[in-house]
């Protein structure tokens, strides 16, 4: 049952990444983009993180893909054909690198995939994941980044306004 | 009988490729940019994969903090691609190289 459900949810994240990337329209690569993004949540709760499964929806879905589609149409911009002439060649030595390397990865993940014998979601506590042991490591061990984390998106929200707003 | 972790590694190798795949075709910077976002994605799948099978928390709240920059990133590049946008009346990041030569 799991594995038909991992496999089901799998392949729709992989298609949905191949779509996003040859469609030529950027709000259609928007859009299986959060696909993408809800299959993936799908895995974690698999892995028995569910807090991070309904952050994957609020955080990418419901913000920054938000952002990404306003940034699209406030840009106006159309088909991607009109304002490049393509390399033909440069794809292809692109296409050739990454298929290299990823052979690479899975070679290894093949031989070495193994390390950890542990039996998966279903041997973990029953507390693991939520949002109460989550809180607890973030608010115990993990204080210090959390909170140089609110420094970071200060930052970023004073660096996103200087940079988009109007040189007067 | 679970999902073997080589399973989840291989899905998470796959999604990251495709990433790098965008990012090398494609021209235009917006595109460019979700492709990062797919990349950062790929990696948090693994990391949830080893936290789920080492039984530990660990690798669930550095995804938080992934979370947390790649929001921060999204802003901040967002803005650039604006900034850009209003300067040169395009995105395609062929003719944006100001700072290459």
Request: hydrophobic share 60%.
């Amino acid at each position: 049952m799991e594995h038909i459900l991992f496999f089901v949810v799998a392949a729709s994240a992989i298609a949905t990444a191949l779509l996003m990337i040859v469609q030529r329209n950027p709000v259609m690569s928007a859009i299986y983009l959060i696909g993408n993004f809800f299959s993936i949540a799908m895995l974690y709760l698999l892995l028995r993180a569910q807090l991070l499964a309904v952050l994957q929806i609020v955080v990418y879905t419901g913000a920054i893909m938000v952002l990404v589609v306003f940034v699209i149409m406030l840009l106006n911009l159309g088909d991607e054909r009109r304002l490049t002439e393509q390399f033909a060649a440069k794809k292809i030595i692109g296409v050739a690198l990454v298929a290299g390397f990823l052979l690479e990865m899975l070679y290894i993940v093949a031989i070495r995939g193994d390390v950890i014998p542990g039996g998966g979601a279903s041997s973990l506590p029953e507390s693991f994941g939520t949002s109460e042991s989550m809180g607890a490591a973030l608010f115990g061990r993990f204080l210090l980044p959390f909170e140089v984390t609110s420094l970071l998106l200060l930052a970023a929200i004073i660096g996103a306004v200087v940079l988009a707003k109007k040189r007067t | 009988m679970s999902v073997p972790l080589e399973y989840y590694l291989a899905l998470s190798a796959a999604l990251f490729a495709i990433g790098i795949a965008g990012v090398l075709t494609r021209r235009n910077a917006i595109i460019v940019f979700m492709c990062v976002e797919l990349m950062l994605n790929s990696v948090n799948i693994t990391f949830v994969a080893f936290s789920s099978f080492l039984g530990d928390m660990t690798g669930q709240v550095l995804v938080f903090f992934v979370m947390a920059v790649a929001a921060a990133e999204a802003a901040v590049g967002l803005a650039i691609v604006i900034a850009l946008f209003r300067n040169k009346q395009t995105v395609n990041i062929d003719e944006i190289n100001i700072l290459k030569w």
